[in-house]
């Protein structure tokens, strides 16, 4: 008996379909976007403030209490620069992915960071949104074309190591 | 606790692209391997822990059904453990739990991932509703963690770059890993491509093919083992979620807290001078410094100083992933286990050419998710008490 | 009220079938059944470990493509369905093997003609590629 050459490999595709859903405290948000206005949320149990806001303080496990909007600005906290070319990416590399730190916030937002060289990128850099016009606004993170920077960053960042950075009420 | 606890059989695949074998026979060259090194048969466990890698990254959903037969788990108790990279490591002392718990006798914790069935990285890398599109694999996640990592502590870049060398030539003296480059200078890695700045291409993980398995039990059977037994010293797991406000990542305090708390059962107070080898889940050079830190192993702002005079590297004073560690072979599901395990091999005296001469205790380490899961044990030559 | 959207998670995995079921594939390419030796008889469809006893399988042997109906059940035709007409899906023990193929018996559309014991044989698609498809059914053997 001859045994036939083996096949190797076969095609086992994956395809779902789902509904995504934000979420109540997320889609407070995204609403909130599609307004241009970034919107916190305040946790009466740690007194610090998310934006974005989820429904409970993932670390009080408290709801968070009523939106408010923030002035928008904020300052680069860390960052990468995307470097190379990767199949179904949407910008153009190399581009700059930063967690911004808004104003009045204690949590992070991604976002891009344009109108300034990658390498002109700091940690501390001032930022602010610079909102898509109005027939593009929606209710996702991408009414925010990017963020761009504001100004030079207003105090040394490295002489303030992350574990001394104030926690606390958010009226400061 | 029924008493010590110890691992008794270690067994692993070759890490590589390995398309000529199936999930199922990449499983079993580890399960063979390490009952060989215990001299036992499937007859003799009791319950089978599995972890591999989340399922959107390999396609495969209930492997705990589909290798049963791999496994060797037939009228076995078979339970999955998820918790992102780390799992490996979750499912090491999830299986330790079990025989502690008058569970099981003997228990048979098994990990893979078969990562060339798919792409991972752009798994990673998804679309999603409401949001711009952002994601550019698991480097777009880490490298403005490390930036931050380096800015604070003020660790010149160099530091990665040899964290790099230092792995790939661990690697070359181990048969096991997936890049093994006894060759490869820190100007190669500098050379090499920026991917995700301050990420370069030598100081990222592979992506790998690969498994690993390990018998653990208790006390009496241990003492009854053929080969030296690496006694369970101290075990902790943790976990934080990914986003809450002051959240700092580059150092974990779920991370802290674990590594403190195996210590603490282990009669450690200075880690630094009472651990001799430790395997560190390190997907990105920067995260040698950092976990080093984290895991106590050096002092914050500290562990690149440790890097830089040599200490690290082996033939150091306290030399990090001789096996050449997860930036040599990273099949993610199994990479946490083979943490465990390399530690466990190093203080049994069985780690071959990359033995670390005369290592009594050892820490294995593991991290999952956006850093939220992690998983720490120390491992020992001797009984612990 | 939160916001929600449709989202597909979509990957095109691709599967090593090893050399037991490659074998099998690739014999069904060409209209041949393979089964597996354990030591408790041959397995058909082969797999690389024994279910039972977790060992390793044996050697390939090529087997007559003809079993026995050892249960069933009746299913209205979908779209997809190896058969236009409503069928049975079938547990077939293949002459000579232990153990079952679950694959579609088409017995014309009338349940009255399904039942276990029934005799059948492979019919193959004409156009084979090394896949499960490629035994396009099992018919009733002619009496």
């Given at each position: ?172 | ?26 499983v079993r060259e580890a399960v ?85 069935e798919g792409n991972f990285t ?141 210590y603490r059962q282990a009669g ?118 | ?143």
């Amino acid at each position: 008996m001859t045994l036939p050459e083996p096949v190797e490999t076969t095609s086992s595709p994956l395809y779902m379909n789902y509904t995504y859903v934000a979420g109540t405290g997320r889609s407070v948000f995204l609403r909130g976007l599609n307004e241009r206005r970034l919107l916190a949320r305040h946790c009466p149990g740690c007194s610090l403030v998310y934006a974005p806001a989820p429904e409970f303080c993932s670390r009080c496990l408290r709801p968070v209490g009523p939106p408010f909007e923030l002035p928008g600005t904020g300052e680069v906290s860390t960052f990468c620069v995307v470097n190379f070319p990767f199949p179904g990416q949407v910008y153009e590399p190399p581009y700059v992915v930063a967690h911004i730190m808004l104003d009045g916030a204690h949590n992070r937002l991604m976002h891009l960071v344009r109108e300034v060289a990658p390498e002109e990128v700091t940690i501390g850099l001032r930022v602010e949104p610079v909102w898509v016009d109005d027939d593009e606004l929606d209710t996702s993170t991408t009414s925010i074309r990017y963020f761009r920077p504001i100004g030079r960053p207003t105090r040394d960042v490295a002489a303030v190591p992350y574990a001394q950075t104030p926690i606390g009420p958010a009226d400061a | 606790m029924s008493g010590p606890l110890a691992v008794i059989g270690v067994g692993q695949s070759v890490q590589a692209k390995r398309r000529e074998v199936t999930i199922g026979a990449l499983v079993r060259e580890a399960v063979d391997e390490a009952l060989a090194d215990a001299e036992l048969g499937f007859g003799d466990i009791d319950a089978v822990v599995l972890s591999k890698t989340p399922d959107l990254f390999d396609g495969v959903m209930n492997p705990e059904l589909y290798l049963a037969d791999a496994m060797g788990a037939v009228g076995l108790p078979v339970t999955r453990v998820f918790t992102g990279g780390s799992v490996g490591g979750h499912a090491a002392i999830f299986g330790a739990h079990l025989v502690a718990a008058g569970l099981a006798r003997r228990v048979l914790v098994v990990a893979y991932s078969k990562e060339s069935e798919g792409n991972f990285t752009w798994a990673l890398s998804r679309g999603l509703p409401f949001s711009s599109h952002l994601g550019a694999g698991a480097g777009g996640h880490f490298a403005p963690v490390i930036r931050e990592y380096i800015r604070r502590s003020g660790a010149p870049e160099h530091i990665g770059w040899k964290v790099a060398v230092n792995h790939r030539h661990n690697a070359a003296r181990n048969p096991y890993a997936h890049i093994r480059r006894a060759d490869l200078t820190v100007e190669e890695v500098r050379q090499s491509p920026m991917l995700w700045d301050p990420v370069r291409y030598l100081e990222s993980c592979p992506s790998s093919d690969g498994s690993c398995a390990i018998v653990v039990t208790g006390a009496e059977l241990a003492r009854r083992a053929p080969r030296p037994p690496a006694w369970i010293h101290g075990m902790a797991w943790r976990t934080e979620t990914g986003h809450f406000a002051g959240r700092d990542e580059v150092n974990p305090q779920a991370g802290r807290d674990c590594a403190a708390d195996a210590y603490r059962q282990a009669g450690i107070a200075d880690p630094a001078r009472e651990i001799d080898v430790a395997e560190l889940y390190i997907p990105y050079s920067w995260y040698e410094p950092m976990w080093l830190e984290n895991t106590g192993l050096a002092a914050e702002h500290d562990g690149w100083r440790l890097v830089d005079a040599d200490r690290t590297a082996f033939g150091g004073d306290l030399p990090v992933n001789p096996s050449g560690g997860v930036l040599s072979g990273n099949p993610t599901g199994a990479t946490g286990l083979l943490r465990f395990a390399e530690a466990a091999l190093q203080v049994r005296g069985l780690a071959g050419e990359h033995q670390v001469p005369g290592a009594r205790r050892a820490v294995g380490h593991a991290m999952g998710g956006a850093s939220q899961f992690h998983a720490l044990w120390v491992v020992g030559s001797e009984v612990p008490g | 009220m939160s916001l929600s959207a449709p989202y597909t998670i979509e990957f095109p995995f691709r599967r090593t079938v090893g050399p037991k079921i490659g074998t099998f594939l690739a014999g069904l390419r060409e209209a041949r059944l393979f089964g597996v030796r354990t030591a408790r008889g041959v397995l058909c469809p082969p797999l690389e470990f024994d279910p039972v006893d977790g060992a390793a399988t044996g050697e390939l042997v090529e087997l007559e493509p003809v079993g026995t109906v050892t249960t069933w059940t009746w299913v209205p035709a979908r779209p997809g369905d190896p058969v236009a007409h409503d069928f049975a899906w079938a547990l077939i023990a293949i002459d000579g093997t232990v153990g079952a193929l679950f694959h579609c018996v088409d017995v014309g559309g009338d349940q009255d003609q399904i039942k276990t014991g029934l005799r059948v044989r492979a019919k193959w698609r004409p156009d084979r590629s090394g896949d499960l498809r490629d035994l396009w059914c099992f018919e009733a053997e002619a009496p």
